[in-house]
């Protein structure tokens, strides 16, 4: 078990031949490729970009973006399956960044398993002991109690290939954490999984986190992973980190408008083209003919930040907003019936606006009322509004 530190760590892959004789014979005036997450410079492509943080010891930390963010990249390279380009990586108080994969006392789970399929379980989980020459007796009681933390004593004798996704996925996480890593590397684990199964296997690595006392450092796309899994979330876009926190605090607090709308299901409603009124060192936000004023915690950031009277982008979660016949009026394009809450799509404002309404305390008669084409009105409290400048895209109430 140890921590982690990483240093203004940043990945480049350098230009082939070919590539580096077609940039030579680029004429000055050629316009240049647009290209999609990916920054370019003389020396490469840029996957990871100034990526700097501490791990504590036993930490849960979970990488999260979209694919070609670099989180993948970056697990890579704390692995030492990728050469790191630029920084520093520390294990312990140990300097890695030239030290071989095996000798970094680090377990990775991949993606596809990576199991070898002419062994039995048992010996799959039993194949890094035996690479390290620990004893039958030792090998087999950490084989046996790795089993019977992941239930899958009954498969020992099984071949892959008579396994399920999930059992496999439980004898790839078995193999890692036989052998007591200081830390545990899982790159997108549950992407091969059905919905059930990842829903499943996510209690399972809960579980899992309690029973064995090392670091994790968990890669995924999905958000709602990040949220339950990680003690802290790192959001990555196109190689930079966008905001490091703990789920409810970039879920109450995003840094900026990529996260706000990253995390959320559904996404974050947002208007353009609110207005953000000071009067003294009190706030108000006025979207079309409705006027809130925020709440004192906001109104308090606000006036610390000097913030003063603007055009801003309004941010409010779905669920945040409540119907109300006296708010902005809207009118309903599609109701979708999720069981205990309702999702309605409204035309509001000359955009698409998404609320969720729970159906708890609503008769049959008001949920019907919800249909296409219904009239209604919506409005919020002070106390979820968002507010990020027009300008940076930065929440205004960001120090």
């Known amino acids: 078990m140890a921590a982690l530190t990483l240093k203004n760590i940043k990945k480049i892959y350098p230009f082939s031949g070919?590539?580096?004789?077609?940039?030579?014979?680029?004429?000055?005036?050629?316009?240049?490729?647009?290209?999609?997450?990916?920054?370019?410079?003389?020396?490469?492509?840029?996957?990871?970009?100034?990526?700097?943080?501490d791990i504590k010891d036993k930490e849960f930390i979970v990488l999260v973006g979209p694919s070609g963010c670099g989180k993948s990249t970056t697990l890579r390279m704390i692995a030492g399956l990728e050469e790191i380009s630029g920084g520093e990586l520390y294990i312990g108080d140990r300097l890695v960044n030239d030290i071989a994969p095996k000798d970094r006392d680090i377990a990775m789970v991949f993606q596809n398993y990576a199991l070898y399929p002419h062994m039995t379980v048992y010996d799959n989980l039993a194949f890094?002991?035996?690479?390290?020459?620990?004893?039958?007796?030792?090998?087999?009681?950490?084989?046996?109690?790795?089993?019977?933390?992941l239930d899958i004593t009954a498969y020992l004798a099984r071949k892959p290939k008579a396994l399920s996704?999930?059992?496999?996925?439980?004898?790839?996480?078995?193999?890692?954490?036989?052998?007591?890593?200081?830390?545990?590397?899982?790159?997108?684990?549950?992407?091969?999984?059905?919905?059930?199964?990842?829903?499943?296997?996510?209690?399972?690595?809960i579980k899992l986190r309690k029973q064995i006392d090392t670091t994790f450092i968990y890669v995924t796309h999905d958000q709602t992973e990040a949220m339950t899994l990680g003690d802290r979330i790192v959001i990555m876009k196109d190689g930079f980190i966008q905001q490091i926190g703990t789920p409810q605090d970039v879920f109450n607090h995003p840094h900026n408008l990529f996260v706000a709308t990253?995390?959320?299901?559904?996404?974050?409603?947002?208007?353009?083209?609110?207005?953000?009124?000071?009067?003294?060192?009190?706030?108000?936000?006025?979207?079309?003919?409705?006027?809130?004023?925020?709440?004192?915690?906001?109104?308090?950031?606000l006036a610390g930040n000097n913030v003063q009277s603007q055009t801003v982008t309004l941010g409010v979660r779905p669920e945040h907003i409540t119907l109300d016949p006296d708010g902005i009026a809207?009118?309903?394009?599609?109701?979708?019936?999720?069981?205990?809450?309702?999702?309605?799509?409204?035309?509001?404002?000359?955009?698409?606006?998404?609320?969720?309404?729970?159906?708890?305390?609503?008769?049959?008669?008001?949920?019907?009322?919800?249909?296409?084409?219904?009239?209604?009105?919506?409005?919020?409290?002070?106390?979820?509004?968002?507010?990020?400048?027009?300008e940076t895209g930065i929440n205004l109430e960001t120090e």
């Open 18 to 53: 070919d590539e580096q004789k077609k940039k030579k014979k680029k004429k000055d005036d050629e316009p240049e490729k647009k290209q999609v997450n990916l920054q370019i410079t003389d020396e490469g492509v840029v996957a990871v970009q100034e990526f700097s943080l």
């Open 128 to 149: 890094a002991l035996k690479l390290r020459k620990v004893p039958k007796d030792e090998i087999d009681v950490k084989v046996r109690e790795a089993a019977a933390a």
């Open 165 to 205: 996704g999930g059992q496999r996925q439980r004898v790839a996480i078995g193999r890692a954490i036989v052998r007591s890593p200081q830390a545990m590397l899982m790159d997108e684990p549950l992407s091969n999984l059905d919905a059930k199964l990842r829903n499943q296997m996510r209690a399972e690595i």
């Open 262 to 301: 990253f995390i959320g299901t559904p996404q974050m409603n947002l208007f353009e083209k609110a207005e953000l009124i000071r009067e003294g060192n009190r706030y108000w936000v006025k979207l079309g003919n409705y006027k809130v004023e925020l709440s004192k915690e906001k109104q308090e950031r």
């Open 330 to 390: 809207a009118k309903v394009d599609v109701s979708e019936m999720m069981g205990s809450s309702i999702h309605l799509h409204v035309e509001a404002m000359g955009k698409d606006v998404v609320i969720v309404v729970s159906t708890l305390n609503m008769t049959e008669k008001e949920v019907r009322s919800l249909n296409i084409g219904a009239e209604v009105g919506f409005a919020f409290p002070g106390s979820v509004c968002h507010l990020f400048s027009n």
